[in-house]
Structure formats: structure tokens, C-alpha cells
């Protein structure tokens, strides 16, 4: 990810995003896989859209478009600086450039996005369109209104409503539709929703004002009924961009699990293959920082397994032929040729997304506080309109006069609370959380988080990084460290990239060093000198069979003597104690729940006093959450793994790491995008602010019916009153949603990474000594 | 009174190009990247949000 941008002249890059936490593994992207991902779009051009989350000014902007633009092959080549993705128009007849290598080159971190999964935007300018109607209409007959209220003669009265009524036919048409609709969908299915008395109110408002137009008649409602769907379709627009937002971001996030693999033909050639083409017994080429693409067994070759995201464990495992692959695991080392032993459909991963899907049936629906508050308040509304039409039917037996009031009080308490000041509410705390890089995706997972009163977490990816760190710095010889570090710093192995990362924490000045070389599956060799070393497994880097077996992580040999060993655990998310300690506080009761050995969670279980659960399956997980449900406990579910993904269903809310696994980052309700664990308690802390201020909306709202119905039902309720009125409150609410106060802990949050480290691997050396 | 009745078409006309205008703006992608737009004016080559779509007679609306 580039730190400073070189060529930002007059930009400054200092925007908040910098820091993300998107500093993992680049898996390599072949060619084939950027051909499958992009799309034709006519005349013999294919588009790719890659997402470069580091991209964060205009200096950003040039440097990438003109390093793509000078491929080969490269039409053109657009950034786009809101949603951090680039698209790359190339000529179809040619192979793809090396688009990724070029901005990997640059110091750009690139992904392939998936072309054309962006429907959701369709909608959003479906929302907007209506959203410039409804303005539009509102605005011109509220002008024609002012002259109405303010007193204008009877002919000239009747032509403005006239005029009124052909501008708010087409915009109810158009505008309405959004709420007509989804009113029509629920009620077919015997439901109503917070869009049920919205269309009613509407509705009738509108057609009460033609009847009087034709009569020519002083009342005409026009103005309200167009204003309240403006200011509703407000709120609609909102909570739509809050969600489009955070699925864009989310979206842009490394993918993680592999689109194809390399697969040897029978005649001998390769090909690359889609993974839902992949059959059992087909032999796959699988090179070194490749995922694995379905169940399969090692035929040849050795490497290293990092099977984080899959089982929970931390550490690396060596492979060798006839060994057992997950899907979804990584390869770490050296390159493997694999047989597959299952399709697509029934590997490890399949497997988990039916359980996802099963948890996911098998939980209570949710239903949205608004929706639920509506099915009280249309009842109470409705009914009050009826027995105000009766009343006045039994008192003056006019049946125009009986109708008009009745109408009137709908309009009067026509929902604005309700489809304004829940998502208004919502949308001010989803930007909140949205600037310290917690992605919310809708707001009912807002409504569900305030209610949590248990944590589950995860162990690997969740309360740790997926990174390693160094355990016993303090026991080794800095002479040892420093030619340690200097050979490590040539490898991407995650053991080599944490003694490179110990020996900067040193400040070790770095070795020269000859002959260097990498052994997959082993470690690295290099020579200072006349001496020989090594850095790796015991059994490859020494030559005395006694020692071999009694070191474990890696060592340091020098001609085949051992010279150091180093021990590895994962490393610990920044502000890991703070943020347990902020979740008690708010009354929540923690628990771990992993898959990895019991002994390293017992280990972080007991340092940070929280009770855990380790070796437990997906299936496991699962359960246990669904018995504390049942149990009446209501859960949040933390987790990265594939293995957690069911548990994420099943809980009634859940979160995820950016760094999860993919079907993992699509099932949680909220993804958080920074290192610091700190997210947790501040999305909790922020949705039971809003929990609180959607109540007193709520009770704002029951207030100003309180007042504005016996007005109505007395009969006094003019088309200026009815706009006065709905505006102010409408107003009111939206102030009181602004009121929202983000999250500060004691403790400013960290933004460099180097404080962080210090910091946690201070916790680390605490932990192992 | 009715001798400025004229002025409420003028009125109605107006409101009506501004909503014109602003689906025109909406369909030719100039809100697709707000913030891409305010760095690229200090640029020094001219481009629009939708030369890379107009380049290949393609609809604006298919980018992203």
C-alpha cells in the first residue's frame, strides 16, 4: 500500500482510509483468471474493473492511469476516486496485460472486481430520480399554495389548484410507485409495513383534493400529500446510500477464494478451468500463494498450508504427498500438483455455505422496528380516521364535510416519524461508524447489534491478525536476529515476514548477504562469507539428528549447527484489552470460540480472562450459538473464518474483519475495516445510541400526534395547518437524529501502525513469559 | 392580477429545465465519482466522465 503518494503535487493524501487493514498475502493472478472476470462491451473491447483500495488522491489518479494507459493492448484506463476502483478498457484480441503487476509495480494494491455485480446503483438512481420529481413537484405547488393560503380569490384559487393537481398527478405516479409498490407487495402477503398507511394517506389525500378541485371547493391538499412523499423519499435515499456504500466497500476487499485453477489435460496440456468445472481425480497445478480451489490431496511436492481462514489454525502446516487439502486453504511455499477429490459443489467451502444457509433459515425472522411500530400505529391511525368520520356523520350528517375530516386526520398523522426518523437516525450512526471503518450494511443490523448481550469471538483472524509474531525476541542473541532478519526479509513466508518485522523492531541493519536461495517447502539458505546459513525447519537446516527433533517453528543454522530457534504465535489486534474490557462494561458477556488447539486459546483465553471453547467444529459453533438463543441470550457473532460462517448466520448479529473470508465478509451484518478491536464495542456503543434516539423520534412523533389529532378530529385542520405541521415535525426529527454522538474512548484510537506494534507485541512478550 | 398570469409557465418551465438538466447530469455519470472529480480539475488533459463510453458509442449508464 503506498505510504506517500510522489507525484500528489497539490493533493494531500492524508485521507482517513490510508491505514486499512488490506496489507495481506497478493496471491498471484494469472492471466486467465483477469480474462474471466471481465466482460465484453462491444467492438472487439473487453472491460476489467480492478479495485485499488490504497488509491486516495489526485496524484493517485494520474500515476494510475498512465502506467495502465501505457500497456499494450489498453484503450483506457479510468479511475474512479468515490468507489477506489479502476476500469480498463482493452482490445479483446490480444491477451490481457499485466494490469495487477503493473500496479503492484507502482505500490498499488489491486483486486479483481467482479464486472457487472453493481445492480444495486440501478436502484439508487431509480431512488433519486424520484426523489428530483418529488422535489420538483413539491416545490412549484407549494408556491402556488402560498398564494392560496394567503388569501387569493375564489377563480384565480380554482385554477392554482387545477395547475396543482396536473403537477402532482405524474410526480404521484412516479415518485409514489416506490412506496405504492412495496405497499402492494406486503399487503398480498397478508403483512403490512411502515408503506401500507404512507399509500393510504397519499392516496387518499390526493384523491379527496381532485374531488374538491372539481367542485371547486377551498381545501386542497395537493401540497401535503406531495411534500410528505418528498420527505419520506428523503429518508428512503438515505438509508439506500448507506447501504450501497458499505456494499461497494465491501465488495472492493481482496477476494479471497480462487475463481479457477490450472489443470492438467489428459494429452499433457493446461488449462484453466473455472472451479465449478473442476471434477474429482483432475490434477491441478497449484503455485506457491495460490488458494486451493476444491477438496484435494498433495500428489508431489512439499510446502507449507496456512489454513487460518478455513480451520482456525494459527500457524502454518507442512505438506507433503498424500496429505489432505481444504478448499480454501493457501499455499504457502513451494508449488504442489494436486489431485482433486471432490467438485466444487461438495468441497469444504459448499458445505459451509448450505450449513450458512440452513443457520440462516432456521433463525427468527427479524422485523425492523419501523415495520413493527407500524403495524400499531396503522391500526390506531386508521381506526381514528374511521370513528372521526362516524362521529361527525352522527353530529352534522354531512357526508363531503364527514369525508374531509376524516381525511385530514390521516394526512395529519401520516407516518414521517416512522418512514423518516428510523432511517434518518440509522443513516447518521452508519456514518458515524462508516468514518472509523465500520461498514454497516443495512439498518435492521443496527436495530439487532443494540440488543446483543453476548460477544462470541473467534480466535485466529479475529482477536489475533493474520500476521505472526516473534514470541521469544528476548531469549535470542541480537548477532543471531540480525542474519536472521536480513535472509528473511527475501521471503514472503509468514515466519520470514515476522523476523523481518522483529529485526526492524531492532533496528538491525541489514547483512549482506550471497547466494541466496529459497527451498519450498523448507526454508532459506545464504552465505556470509565462508559460512553456510540456514533458516528454516530444523530437519532440513541442521545436520545433528538430536537437535532436529527437539526445536519446533523455525531455526537459524550456521554450517549446520543450530545458531537460534524462534517460536512464532499469532499477533494479537491492536487494542485487544481495551476492547474487552469496554464490551464488559457495557454488560456484555464474552466468550471464545475456536478451532484451533486448545492450547494456544487457553493461552489468549486466560491472559485476557474470558472463557473459551477450542477445537470446535463449524457444526459445533453453530449449535452452541443456537442453544444460547434459545436460551434467550441474544448473541453477536465475531468471526473471519470459513469455519465461522454458519455461526454468523445463526447469531443475531454479526461481524466480521475485512481480512475474513469471503462468504464470511458477505454473511456479517457489519464488516470493520482497521486493526483495533475497538470496532466491536463502538459499533455496539453507536447502535444502542440510536436505539435510544429512534425511541425518543418514536415518542416525538406519539407527542405530536397527541396535539395534531384532536385538531384534526375537531374539524380545524386547513392545507396550511397540514404543511406547517408536517414539515415541523418532520424537521424536528431529523434534528434530533443529528444529535447522535459518536463513540470516544478514554484513549485517542491509534492511527500508526508502529505505536500498534510496539504496543501489541509488548502483549505478546507478556503473554509468553 | 391575470396580467401576470404568464409568469406561472415561465415559472413551471424553468423548474422543469432545472429537473431536466439535473437527470441529463444524473444519466451522463458526473455523479458517479464526486470525489475523483474535484482532483481531476486541476488536471492538465481534458476529459469528460463519459469519453470512455462516448469513445465507443456505448450507453453511459453501463459504467460504473
Known sequence: MPATCRNGVLMSCCAPGAELALAMANPHTPDDEVLLASRIIGDGVRQTDLSVPGIHCGGCIQKIEAALSALSGVEKARVNLSTKRVAIRWQADKSPAPFIETLNNIGYDAYLHDAGADEADETLKELIRALAVAGFAASNIMLLSVSVWSGAEASIRNIFHWISALIAFPALIYSGRVFFSSAWRALRHGQTNVDVPISIGVLLAFGMSLYETFHHESHAYFDAAISLLFFLLIGRTLDHMMRARARTAVRGLARLSSRGALVVQDDGTLAYLPVNEIQPDMHILLAAGERVPVDARVETGRSEIDCALVSGESLPQPVAPGAVLSAGTLNLTGPLTIVATAAANDSFLAEMVRMMEAAEAGRSVYRRIADRASRLYAPAVHLTALLTFIGWMIVEGDLHRAATIAIAVLIITCPCALGLAVPMVQVVAARRLFASGVMVKDGGALERIAEVDTVIFDKTGTLTMDRLLLTNRNDIDPAALAIAASIAAHSRHPYSRALAAAGRGNAVTPLALNDLSEQPGAGMQATIGATTYRLGRADWALTAAAEQSATTGAVLSENGRLRAAFRFDSDLRLDIREAVLAMSNQGCRLEIISGDRDEPVRHLASDLGISYRAGVSPADKTKHIVDLTEAGQRVLMVGDGLNDTPALAAAHASMAPATAADVGRNAADLVFLHDSLLAVPQAIAVARNARQLVRQNLILAIGYNAIAVPIAILGHVTPLVAAVAMSASSLLVISNALRLHGWRSRKEPRVGALAGDVSSQALATEKAG | ?64
Open chain 2, 1 to 64: 392580477m391575470t396580467d401576470y398570469f404568464f409568469l406561472i409557465p415561465v415559472a413551471l418551465a424553468l423548474g422543469a429545465t432545472a429537473l431536466g438538466a439535473f437527470m441529463w447530469s444524473l444519466r451522463s455519470g458526473q455523479y458517479d465519482d464526486l470525489a475523483g472529480a474535484a482532483e481531476r480539475i486541476l488536471f492538465e488533459n481534458r476529459d469528460g466522465p463519459d469519453d470512455i463510453a462516448r469513445a465507443h458509442g456505448d450507453e453511459p449508464s453501463h459504467r460504473n
